[in-house]
């Protein structure tokens, strides 16, 4: 098989470093996204995300030729689809929309030989689903689930999920192994040959669809799991009067424990949803992952509580949010605590907000049109705040002197300052 011609449907924050590194190896990539905006700025050699290296990526490979952005699918030989997969409501219950969408509108480029491979995080079964609408597209075409077990299908079908790191995408879309489960052996063989051509440290190892997709959310949750029970010391110490970070360094002091460190609770679009996947699928059973999910989801609301105790007397306080990203160093929101812990705040029109995110330059949409809610310099804050709250361990909050604080109270939620 040839896969000359790579399309990326989807040219977000893991999209679009995919198509960056797929076309510095000199592999023809055609990315696909419904965002005018983003196409617009990859056409001219630019990124509409924050991600080191990236840019210099983007740049050389338009300036190649290997890269180009469109607004609607286009032929190729593969397509790598890597859009979104939120909730639909409360319940947690995975929406496949996106999914769908991406599905159907580029089942009209599909040509027989061609392979389609699911990056996006999602339920057991998404693969399978995705076929099925293919199929209802292109009935001319055969797919694995329609074909007798051991007939090779004109169009290959696999899942591959992300494994990538914020702020460490690049490096590690090359060095770290892949899953790749196909929904035939024919198609596990397809997807392999393609991920090979660019995975060049990493091992690419096989497995089927539903295999694949469940090892991305048991990833995930065991994660999940790790984070909930730092965060639920924290909760303790806080009551016993015992400071959780010299704890857990101690603790730490055993040869086989290693405690993570709490924060403000776990966002992302990993780690805060694909344990929700199972959770919905098996209500039963998955109890541990739902109880830290739980856990997980309080610490926002108790880092609140903590700050409205904190500003309790004082008559219009000045209120500084030290970070908004859902990690360290990057600008990335998405089911970000930290965002979700200034927008409560907010809430109460009787605070006036100092949001301090060093890797934005503007409010997110959530935060712009509020009155008592204005972006402020690390500077600003701390000279103008009466509380500071330290939500992310970003760089420029590591070290804080308490003096820097001096007229202020503190209230650190990430260990960064001293």
């Not at 617009?40 to 952005?69: C, F, M, R, Y």
């Not at 007939?151 to 079908?157: A, C, K």
């Not at 060095?175 to 393609?194: C, F, K, L, P, Y």
């Not at 409205?308 to 990203?325: D, Q």
Request: contains cysteine; charged residues 20%.
């Amino acid at each position: 098989m040839k896969f000359e011609t790579i399309s990326v449907v989807g040219l977000g924050y893991i999209g679009l470093p995919t198509a960056a590194v797929i076309a510095s190896n000199g592999i023809r990539v055609v990315g696909v996204d419904v965002n005018q905006h983003a196409v617009d700025t990859i056409n001219q050699g630019k990124i509409h995300i924050v991600e080191p290296g990236l840019e210099d990526l983007v740049k050389q490979a338009v300036q190649d030729g290997h890269l180009s952005a469109h607004s609607s699918p286009q032929k190729a030989d593969a397509f790598l689809i890597a859009v979104p997969t939120p909730f639909k409501g409360e319940d947690h219950e995975p929406d496949l929309r996106y999914i769908e969408s991406a599905s159907r509108a580029l089942a009209p480029m599909l040509e027989k030989g061609n392979l389609v491979v699911l990056e996006s995080t999602s339920p057991v079964g998404a693969t399978e689903q995705m076929a099925k609408w293919l199929a209802e597209e292109r009935s001319d075409l055969t797919f694995p689930h329609t074909v007798a077990e051991g007939q090779t299908p004109d169009i290959f079908v696999a899942h591959c999920p992300e494994r990538v790191l914020p702020g460490q995408v690049i490096r590690e879309l090359v060095e770290n192994d892949r899953i790749i489960g196909g929904m035939d052996a024919a198609s596990t063989a397809a997807a392999t040959q393609v991920y090979k051509m660019f995975v060049k440290k990493g091992e690419c190892i096989a497995t089927e669809a539903r295999t694949a997709e469940m090892s991305k959310l048991t990833e995930n949750a065991f994660r999940d799991v790790n984070i909930a029970f730092a965060n639920e010391l924290s909760l303790i110490c806080d009551k016993q009067g015992i400071n959780v970070w010299e704890l857990i360094s101690l603790a730490n002091r055993h040869p086989r424990v290693n405690i993570l460190q709490p924060g403000c609770g776990v966002g992302g679009h990993c780690i805060a949803v694909d344990p929700w996947f199972i959770v919905n699928q098996n209500p039963d059973t998955a109890r541990m992952i739902h109880q830290a999910r739980l856990v997980n989801d309080y610490k926002p609301h108790y880092v609140v509580e903590q700050v409205e105790s904190a500003v309790t007397g004082i008559n219009n306080p000045k209120i500084a949010c030290l970070g908004l990203a859902f990690k360290p160093d990057i600008d990335d929101l998405r089911e970000s605590p930290a965002l979700d812990i200034t927008k409560t705040l907010a809430n109460n029109p009787a605070y006036q907000i100092l949001a301090v995110e060093p890797n934005i330059e503007a409010l997110p949409a959530t935060l712009e049109n509020r009155n008592n809610v204005k972006l402020a310099s690390l500077s600003d804050a701390l000279q103008q705040a009466d509380v500071i709250v330290i939500l992310v361990k970003h760089k420029q909050f590591l070290g804080l002197n308490r003096s820097d604080a001096a007229n202020n109270q503190l209230l650190d939620f990430v260990n960064a300052a001293h």
